[in-house]
């Protein structure tokens, strides 16, 4: 039954997207609407972003500094772990799984509200496609700006470990940065972006389909918003390995 279930969502899901992903009726309004998308969702996230990267930089670096004891491993280790875990997994996957209740939660939320004061009835009545008109400029306009906000949380959380070892003497400032410079891999960058690209479009179009599809009233919409959350952050999970397995082999 959950096998059933489980079948009928996705197909209900790709049918959907099929409506999302129709050449709009007048790209005007979609340029405009994805320009505000940007801001609201990809802007707007920049202060959680920062604030969430500059305490997990730092405790991230005072982790790897108090559990690195032993004599014959180099001092800089501290500083190249750190940077390995914030580009290969946290600067994309567990950011998007933050971000996943921050914007996917206004989204099932923004959507699902729409459909319970019939809103969305009204577009379909006016012969509007609603799904590409209300959903396509959140999933553009999201991807767009996710890389960007990869490379803000890549920053700051190496800014969080070297305030660590600027204003502490756990590390040594020179050793740190050393640390973060040695045998350093581009890839390892790309492999973040690559990644989060995709997990942005999870979040917009996991969340929009659970608000597009809600019946009843406001404790619905709130339900929506709950499992639009819980959905993208499995997916989110399941395709990081995916991704991982086929990116770093």
Same mark, same amino acid.
């Given at each position: 039954?959950?096998?059933?279930? %489980?079948? =009928? ?8 997207? %099929? &409506?999302?992903?129709?050449? *709009? ?7 405009? &609407?994805?320009? #505000? ?9 920049? *202060?959680? +972003?920062?604030? !969430? ?5 730092? +405790?991230?670096?005072? @982790? ?14 501290? $500083?190249?772990?750190? &940077? ?8 994309? %996957?567990?950011?998007?799984? !933050?971000?996943? $209740?921050?914007?996917?939660?206004? /989204?099932?939320?923004? !959507?699902?509200?729409? &459909? ?5 009835? =009204? ?6 496609? %609603? ?22 949380? /890549? #920053? ?8 660590? =070892?600027?204003?502490?003497? !756990?590390? *040594? ?20 972006? /690559? ?7 999870? /979040? ?9 599809? +809600?019946? $009843? $009233? ?9 499992? =639009? +959350? ?18 770093? @082999?």
């Amino acid at each position: 039954m959950v096998i059933t279930d %489980s079948l =009928a969502t996705f197909g209900k899901y790709c049918i959907f997207m %099929s &409506r999302v992903f129709a050449i *709009p009726d007048r790209w005007k309004t979609f340029f405009r &609407r994805t320009f #505000f998308e940007i801001s609201k969702l990809g802007v707007d996230s920049i *202060p959680l +972003v920062i604030v !969430i990267s500059l305490f997990i930089g730092a +405790v991230i670096t005072i @982790q790897m500094q108090i559990n690195i004891v032993s004599p014959l491993v180099p001092s800089y280790s501290t $500083g190249l772990a750190t &940077r390995e875990i914030i580009l290969l997994e946290f600067s994309n %996957s567990i950011l998007c799984l !933050i971000l996943a $209740g921050k914007v996917g939660s206004n /989204i099932a939320s923004e !959507i699902g509200t729409m &459909r319970v004061t019939e809103q969305i009835d =009204a577009l379909d009545i006016m012969g509007i496609n %609603s799904a590409n008109f209300l959903v396509l400029p959140k999933v553009v306009g999201f991807l767009i700006y996710m890389p960007i906000l990869v490379i803000f949380c /890549i #920053f700051t959380s190496f800014l969080g470990g070297f305030f660590i =070892a600027t204003f502490t003497d !756990i590390i *040594p400032l020179s050793r740190f940065v050393y640390g973060l410079q040695t045998m350093f891999q581009e890839w390892y960058v790309w492999y973040g972006l /690559i990644k989060s690209l995709f997990f942005s479009y999870i /979040i917009t179009s996991v969340a929009a389909f659970y608000g597009y599809f +809600v019946h $009843g $009233g406001a404790l619905e919409v709130g339900k929506a918003s709950t499992n =639009a +959350v819980v959905a993208s952050s499995i997916l989110i999970l399941l395709l990081d390995v995916v991704l991982t397995k086929l990116l770093l @082999q």
